[in-house]
C-alpha cells in the first residue's frame, strides 16, 4: 500500500494538488497537468511555479510515458463493462425522461459508478444528455427546499461530478449548442443558492455542488468564465464561510474554483466583492501554527494564499487584504511555515500590498506586525531566487520608511540591501 500512495504523489500535479490528466514536463523536469500550467503561464507568470526559472508555453513537452501509466492507473481496476452492456445508462435516461416519477436514489449511484469505472459508458452517458438533465433535477429539487428531497441532489450532483466532463467534451457541447456549458455552471449556481448551510443533508449536496464546480472550471474555456455569474461567487465563498458545515475537501474545491476564475475578464473584482479575501484570511487564522506536513490543512493553506496572491493583482484585492485587521500579519505569520509553494505567493500578496502605491499607515502596519522581518528572512533562507528578488525590491523601495521604525532591524535592512 506504500507503494501504491508514493505512485499516486508522482502522479499529482503540484499546481492543481489533483490527479494530472494531461502530464507535461518543463525544462526544469518538473511535470504539471497541462491545464494547470496553462493557467498559470496566462495569469501572467513567466516561471516554472516550482523552480521559479524561466518558462514559456512553448517549452511544455507532452509526458507520453506518464500518461500511459496514468491511463493504466490503478493497476487493477474494474473492466469496463461489455458492448451494449448500458443498462445504468438506459435506467437512467427512462427514469430522467419518465414524467410519472423521479429517478430512484440507487439508479443515480449505480450509474455514478458505473461512470467512475468505465470510460465507454461516461461517454454514453455524457453522450445521451445526462448530465444536463440531472442538473436540472438538482436544481428544481433545490428549489423546492424539502429535506426529503437532499439525497437525490447529492446523488445527482454526485453523477455529474462522476462524468467527468473534459475540456474537449466541452469545446463538443458548445460546438453543438454553446448553451450548453453555460447551462451547467448556471445549474450549479442555482443549486449552491438555493441550499442553506447547517441543514445536514443539504451541507452534503453543497459540497458535492462544489466540486462539481471545481471540476468544470477547470475543464471550461474563457469564455464561459467571463460569462459567471456574481451570484456563483457569493455562493461559493459562502462554502469557504461557513467551512466548519462542510467537509474539507469540499472547501478546498471552492478555493480552487475561485482561483480557475480569478484571471478572467472582471472575475477578480467580482471574487473580492463577494468577501473572498476575507474569508481566505479568516481560514488562514483558523489553520494550525505550522501547516507544514499536515496533507489536507496544508494544502487548504496553501490554496488561500494562492487566492489572495491572485486577489492581489488588483487593487479592490489588494485594498481588501490591507483592510482586514489581521489581514497583512497573518500572511506575514505563515511565511516561511508551510511551503515553498506557500512562499511564493505570501511574498507576492505583501509585496503587493506594500508596493508603490502603499500608504503610510500599510507600511507602518508591516513593520508593527512583523511583515519587514519575515521579508528580510526570506532573503536568508533557503527559497527560490525570484522570490528574493521580489522581496529584496519591496524591502529596497521602501528602505528609507522602515529603516527609522523601531519594529525593524537596521542591520538587517543594511545588511541584505
Not at 70 to 80: F, K, L, R, V, Y
Not at 274 to 298: F, K, N, T, W
Amino acid at each position: 500500500m506504500e507503494d501504491m500512495g508514493g505512485m499516486r504523489h508522482h502522479l499529482m500535479c503540484p499546481i492543481s494538488l489533483q490527479p494530472m490528466q494531461d502530464p507535461v514536463t518543463a525544462p526544469t523536469g518538473i511535470t504539471y497537468d497541462r491545464r494547470a500550467i496553462e493557467r498559470w503561464l496566462a495569469a501572467g507568470h513567466a516561471t516554472c511555479p516550482v523552480t521559479g526559472q524561466p518558462l514559456a508555453l512553448a517549452d511544455l513537452t507532452p509526458n507520453h510515458t506518464l500518461r500511459r501509466l496514468i491511463q493504466s492507473w490503478p493497476p487493477h481496476s474494474t473492466p469496463p463493462p461489455p458492448p451494449g452492456d448500458n443498462k445504468p445508462v438506459d435506467d437512467v435516461a427512462k427514469a430522467l425522461l419518465s414524467t410519472s416519477s423521479r429517478p430512484p436514489v440507487d439508479v443515480l449511484r449505480e450509474a455514478a459508478d458505473v461512470a467512475s469505472q468505465s470510460d465507454v459508458a461516461r461517454r454514453n452517458m455524457v453522450d445521451a444528455g445526462v448530465l444536463q438533465r440531472v442538473l436540472r433535477l438538482a436544481v428544481s429539487c433545490a428549489k423546492a427546499t424539502s429535506q426529503d428531497d437532499m439525497p437525490i441532489i447529492e446523488a445527482c450532483l454526485d453523477l455529474a461530478r462522476a462524468l467527468a466532463v473534459s475540456g474537449e467534451e466541452l469545446r463538443q457541447l458548445r460546438a453543438a449548442d454553446n448553451n450548453h456549458v453555460h447551462d451547467i455552471v448556471d445549474a450549479v449556481t442555482d443549486v449552491l443558492g438555493a441550499l442553506e448551510p447547517g441543514s445536514g443533508p443539504g451541507d452534503a449536496a453543497r459540497a458535492s455542488a462544489v466540486r462539481l464546480l471545481d471540476a468544470v472550471t477547470e475543464s471550461c474555456g474563457a469564455q464561459v468564465l467571463e460569462r459567471l455569474r456574481p451570484e456563483l461567487f457569493r455562493a461559493v465563498t459562502a462554502v469557504v464561510r461557513d467551512r466548519v458545515f462542510v467537509s474539507p475537501g469540499a472547501t478546498r474545491s471552492a478555493l480552487r474554483a475561485l482561483l480557475h476564475a480569478c484571471p478572467v475578464g472582471r472575475n477578480r473584482a467580482l471574487v473580492v466583492e463577494a468577501g473572498a479575501a476575507h474569508e481566505a484570511i479568516e481560514l488562514l487564522l483558523d489553520a494550525p501554527p505550522s501547516s507544514a506536513g499536515a496533507g489536507g490543512g496544508r494544502r487548504a493553506t496553501e490554496l488561500a494564499m494562492a487566492l489572495l496572491a491572485e486577489l492581489c493583482a488588483c487593487a479592490d484585492g489588494r485594498a481588501a487584504v490591507a483592510a482586514h485587521p489581521a489581514g497583512v500579519a497573518v500572511v506575514a505569520r505563515r511565511l516561511l511555515r508551510v511551503s515553498a509553494a506557500a512562499d511564493a505567493c505570501a511574498v507576492r500578496v505583501l509585496t503587493a500590498v506594500g508596493g508603490r502605491a502603499a500608504s503610510p499607515e500599510v507600511l507602518r502596519e508591516m513593520a508593527r506586525v512583523g511583515a519587514v522581518g519575515k521579508l528580510c528572512c526570506v532573503l536568508q533562507a533557503d527559497c527560490d531566487g525570484a522570490v528574493k528578488e521580489a522581496a529584496r525590491a519591496v524591502l529596497r523601495l521602501h528602505s528609507g520608511v522602515w529603516s527609522g521604525s523601531p519594529c525593524v532591524s537596521g542591520y538587517l535592512l543594511s545588511r541584505y540591501l
